[in-house]
Structures are given as C-alpha cells and as structure tokens.
C-alpha cells in the first residue's frame, strides 16, 4: 500500500508544501538534496510522496501453521511485507528433534526443521508477491534455500523472489551469539550467497548488516554506526577477494539499525550512515553503478527501551523511535508491541504497533516531505558528529587490521560493555530516568496478560520430523549430503548443493552437521 495520490501537497490548513525543503541558512546551502550524492537526505528524491517505507511486523512463535494465521492477520490488517523470527534451535542450525533443542523449540520464534516446516509457513501466501525479510544467520543459506524450494514448489519463478536474509556473521561474534563456525568458514558461506544469487534471485538482498543487536547490546549510537560499517567493509573486502567486482553485489547490499529513544541523535544517524557510507564506498572502491553507494536500511525500534513496568507506556516509546527512524529516511521499519517485556506480542499488541507506523504515515504529514530535519542547526551539527566520530571509530578498527581482526581480540564487545556499564550506572543513580523503573514509580500494578506458547510445540515437531525421514529417499538424501561434503572439499559454490539435499527433504540439522564436520565450531572471545 503507497502513499495516497495527490495532485498538491499541503499541510492541514493548506499550506503548500514542496517535495524537499532546503535550508535558508548559508552554513548548509552546500547539502545535496534527498536522491544526489551523499544521500545525507535520502537515496530518493521525493522519498515517501512517491513510496511509502516497508511497513514490517517481525513475528514467528511455535509452529509453521500457526506463524502462517499471524502472518495473513498482518497482511490482511495492511502490512507490506513479512519478517520472520526463528527460535533458538533453528537458529543455531539444530533440528528441533536434536538434545540441544530441548525446551527450546518454538519459543521465541518459529521452529523450521526441514523444508516442509517452511512450506506450512508461507501456506496461501504467494512468495512471488511478497517480500520477506528473514534473522538468520550461520544457517542463512540452508533457510534461503528452503524459501527457494518452497517458492519453487509453489510455481513462483525464482528469480523474481523479493526479501533479504540477514546472514551477518560479524555481528554474531560482537553481540548476539547464534554464531556456528568459526569467522573463516562463516565468510565463505555468505560469499557464496553473493554469488549464487547475483546470478539467480537478483532482486534478492543477500545480506542485512546489523547494528541492531549491536545496539541492543549496549552500544552508543556512534558505536552502532561505526561498527556496523566496519562490518560491512569486511564483507565488501571478502567478496572482492573472492572474485566479485563491487557492482556485483554493492547495490543488493543492505543495512538493519536500531532506533532508541534519543529522537534527534537518532534521526541524525541514519543521514550521518548514509553520508559516511557513500563516502566510504565511493574513495576506496569506484563503483560505477550508483546503487553501489546507496545505504538502504531497515529500522527496528529498540527492544531494550520497552519496561515490563506500566507496559502501555511502551507505546510511547515506539512512537517516539518510530517517527526518529522516518524523519531518518528508513526503507522499511518494524514496530515493537507494548507487551514485548512480558512476553511474545499478542494479536491485539502487534494490530496497535503496525496501526502506529499507518497514522505516521497516513495522519502526521511526516511522509509528505523528504527530510523535513534538513537545515535545522541542531540536526545538522548532529550529523557531522556522529559522521565524524564514527569515520575515527572505523579508522581505529583499520589500524588493528580490520573488523575481522577486532572481533578475534574481543574489541567491540570490550568497548559495548563499557558503553552498558555506564549507561545502566546512569540509570541506578538516577541520572538518566526511565519511567515507571526509577520515576513516575507505581506501587501497585494491574497485572499484563501475556501471550502462550502450546506447551507440546515440541513433541509435536518431533512427531513430524519422525514422518519426515520414514517416508523421503534416504538413500538420495545421503548422497546430498555427500555432495555438500564434497563442495567443501574442492571450494566449488555450496550453495547448488545445499539446495539439492533441502529437495530431497535433507532436514536442518543434517546439513549444518556436515558443514560442522568439514569446518568446525567456534567459541568467541567474551570481550572481557
């Protein structure tokens, strides 16, 4: 759904209004407007008169069948685009049938063991109408191929497939933790990705590189810039050392960021990423497509601002965070629900939250202008701040020999401790309030109800798994697998073949357990 189509554009009692405003004051009369290099004000030029920013809901809890009726709620309440949330075992490659799965399954987010979970997922839903973002990482390529397959068997054509997947290794190793194999291997596998799909799902983003979590984690905001960005250059790096020239992937490329409660230091960062990244592309690599410079993102509004404490107030929050990401000029954003603290989002919570991203975008007059920010004193001293900062931050990794190198000496995760350490002393001493946690305190509470999670979501994938394996070819199974193991051996592309054992219903586990085989596992550096 796009934005209302409009002869004129005007405010509520009738002012005209251009397609950009441009600042009056000579201090900024050299800023580019939205859609010319740098993009400080946006990679479009009319931004959401034209196009109306991705409006995602981030859901996925128990099975397939029952993430699949949240999924056509959301569509049919006006959401653009799916967002799926694994649990923890598939994330970390496990079938949910494994030991370690064990208590697991289902809970924060949906349970895909094999390629029959992901076509109960996307039942009824047309995959070659609808784009679909996907948080996966070490096993990225294994749930992309299911999609694929998935797709296939629903006769959508391949190369049409619209999404992204997250597959941002790096940041695993920093902040979040669902990392497989060690760096080395991990980067093989998401170049493979670039390859494999700049040749056949074009129109796919083959990786969503994350501040999020980083954020999340307990990042400043410059901190998220800088190591966000830096990530990126080490998979730009990898990718050319792998054969790739810069066009090649450059404009597939995407960016997935935080949005705190800071509203102008927020807003200020999404112009300062964009700026820095044109730059940053543009000195060291010349591309020649102008794709390659555009720093397109999603924003997730932050997880870690939300209180179990008075919860309706969290809806506040994520109106704040949510106009920040839009006056930032996001392309896609998800909205967290009010019950997020408490438990997985009811379906009453997540209507509230995506109703809050249709009256900004409908009703606040906020989508008519493309950055409406731009000129103001403070935001634009805002901008070179952080751009700055972050430029020293990156520079600081280079000189340790990159992100990679950082990452293995435990760099970022020491510096993200301290910035939480400090932040949670602030809010102990009462120097940074938080309302209804250290002020505007209630004594007594009208308890929340939280939503449920089917207790037998378990046994229940067990059972199904069990099918599964009796009634598929185990013996094609098995030389799928053996071709995996072979692909790792000679450095041909994994991903053909990884695509072959998820036809041959080869399930989750079994193949990460020949990649483990073949690469090994991995233990982070605490950052201590």
Excluded at 104 to 110: F, S
Excluded at 191 to 196: C, G, K, L, M
Excluded at 208 to 234: C, D, K, M, P
Excluded at 294 to 311: D, I
Aim: glycine content about 8%; some cysteine; hydrophobic content about 40%.
């Amino acid at each position: 759904m796009g934005p209302l189509r409009k002869d004129t554009w005007k405010t509520l009692s009738g002012i005209d209004l251009p397609h950009i405003a441009r600042p009056t004051s000579p201090d900024y009369s050299h800023i580019a407007d939205a859609g010319s290099p740098p993009y400080t004000r946006g990679i479009h030029e009319t931004m959401y008169r034209s196009r109306l920013w991705t409006m995602r809901q981030y859901a996925g809890f128990s099975s397939a069948k029952e993430t699949n009726e949240r999924f056509k709620l959301l569509l049919e309440r006006g959401q653009m685009g799916l967002s799926v949330a694994f649990d923890l075992p598939t994330q970390l490659g496990l079938d949910a049938d494994d030991d370690l799965s064990y208590g697991e399954v289902g809970k924060v987010g949906v349970s895909i063991s094999s390629v029959e979970d992901m076509i109960e997922l996307f039942d009824g839903i047309p995959l070659d109408e609808v784009s679909t973002s996907m948080t996966i990482n070490a096993p990225a390529m294994v749930l992309l191929a299911m999609y694929m397959v998935a797709a296939e068997e629903q006769g959508a054509k391949i190369d049409e497939l619209r999404g992204t997947i997250q597959n941002d290794i790096l940041k695993e190793y920093i902040a979040r933790g669902t990392y497989v194999f060690p760096p080395e291997p991990s980067m093989r596998l998401i170049t493979d990705i670039f390859q494999h799909c700049a040749e056949n799902v074009p129109k796919w983003n083959t990786i969503s590189i994350s501040g999020y979590h980083i954020r999340e984690a307990g990042s400043t905001a410059v901190q998220e810039i800088a190591f966000t960005l830096a990530n990126a250059l080490a998979y730009v790096e990898a990718a050319i050392e792998s054969g790739m020239d810069i066009d090649e992937f450059a404009p597939q490329l995407s960016f997935f960021f935080n949005c705190h409660n800071d509203f102008f230091e927020e807003a200020s960062k999404f112009r300062a990423a964009r700026s820095l990244w044109h730059d940053l592309i543009k000195e060291r690599y010349s591309p020649k497509k102008e794709k390659s410079l555009k720093l397109r993102f999603h924003t997730q509004v932050a997880g870690v601002s939300l209180t179990a404490q008075q919860p309706l107030n969290n809806v506040a929050r994520v109106t704040i965070q949510a106009l920040a990401a839009v006056l930032g000029g996001t392309q896609s954003l998800h909205t967290n629900s009010y019950d997020e603290a408490l438990g997985l989002p009811t379906e009453e919570s997540a209507t509230v939250a995506l109703r809050t991203q249709q009256i900004i975008a409908e009703e606040s007059g906020v989508a008519d202008i493309a950055d409406p920010l731009g000129g103001s004193y403070h935001v634009e001293s805002l901008t070179k701040a952080i751009y700055d900062s972050a430029s020293s931050i990156i520079e600081q990794i280079e000189t340790m020999g990159g992100a990679m190198t950082a990452i293995e000496q435990g760099w970022q995760q020491r510096e993200i401790h301290q910035s939480a350490y400090q932040h949670m002393n602030e809010v102990e001493r009462g120097e940074r309030r938080i309302i209804g946690v250290n002020h505007g305190v209630m004594e007594t509470e009208t308890p929340f109800p939280a939503m449920k999670i089917n207790p037998k979501i378990g046994e229940e994938q067990e059972g199904k798994l069990k099918i599964l394996r009796t009634n598929r070819d185990g013996v094609l199974v098995e030389r799928c697998l053996k071709q995996i193991e072979q692909a790792t051996k000679d450095d041909s592309n994994l991903f053909p073949s990884v695509l072959d054992a998820v036809r041959s219903r080869a399930t989750l586990g079994e193949i990460m357990n020949v990649l483990k085989d073949e690469f090994g596992t991995y233990m982070a550096p605490s950052g201590f």
